[in-house]
């Protein structure tokens, strides 16, 4: 199923530390999907603001193998200073026992200098649950390396935990819920977590409105960056 989104207001935008993968998941049918987008906005008024995304998203599917691949680049800039500038790419291959039972391994890597992350690459492995149609729970670890723009490098081994909920409230109004939680192994104390709640009103076949909000913390971030940060999202989606 290929997926088009067109966002009509974007009050805030943020990038996370825990990328949400869950909800970058095309489909469980078998086969090739996926999802390419490109958008670029130039203004110069008072002074220069630009912005350029490109996200990729592809899936591939069979009865016993899974493989995902996704990148995404974010950069908003407005008077030489870089408001966001973000980007990651993710490759996951599952293995499935069975329909409800599955092995994943994952590499990762990332950068988000506005958030103090020069790059921040992740290894790991883990086994991800089908508790119920749209439903899953998901358990891992993985090593990570993160190198901060004031010099510091972080090497951890981090457990991985993640619990999709997906709510059909009625006949064109869904819920899908999402929360990631990684304590570092060393220092419990030391941990991140997020939750993306999105909410999906269906106004015609094929189309719907989302509102979503996102909310991480990170309870030991680089100096200078907020341990709590949120975004909203308001938009429309086109499926076919």
């Known amino acids: ?134 439903n899953y729970f998901g358990v891992s670890s993985f090593y990570e390396i993160e190198n901060l723009t004031n010099n510091i490098i972080n090497k951890d081994i981090r457990l991985g935990s993640y619990l999709q909920l997906d709510y059909k409230i009625s006949e064109n109004i869904y819920l899908l819920s999402t929360t990631y939680y990684q304590p570092n192994t060393r220092q419990f104390t030391d941990f991140k977590t997020s939750n993306q709640t999105q909410l999906n009103f269906e106004f015609k076949k094929g189309f719907g409105f989302i509102n979503t909000i996102e909310m991480i913390y990170d309870s030991c971030p680089a100096i200078g960056v907020k341990t709590f940060s949120y975004s909203f999202q308001n938009g429309v989606q086109y499926n076919f």
Do not use: C
């Open 1 to 134: 199923m290929m997926k088009f989104y067109f966002f009509l207001f974007f009050p805030l935008t943020l990038f996370s530390q825990v990328v949400n993968v869950e909800n970058k998941r095309q489909s469980d049918a078998n086969g090739l999907s996926g999802t390419i987008e490109f958008s670029f906005d130039y203004n110069d008024s008072e002074q220069i603001d630009w912005e350029f995304a490109n996200t990729s998203h592809l899936q591939w599917n069979n009865a016993s193998w899974s493989v995902l691949l996704l990148n995404e680049i974010n950069l908003d800039r407005a008077g030489e200073v870089d408001f966001e500038n973000d980007g990651f790419q993710h490759l996951r291959i599952s293995y499935h026992f069975n329909k409800n039972f599955s092995h994943e391994t994952f590499i990762q890597n990332q950068f988000d200098p506005v958030r103090k992350i020069d790059n921040r690459k992740l290894f790991g492995s883990g086994i991800r649950i089908n508790l119920s149609d749209g």
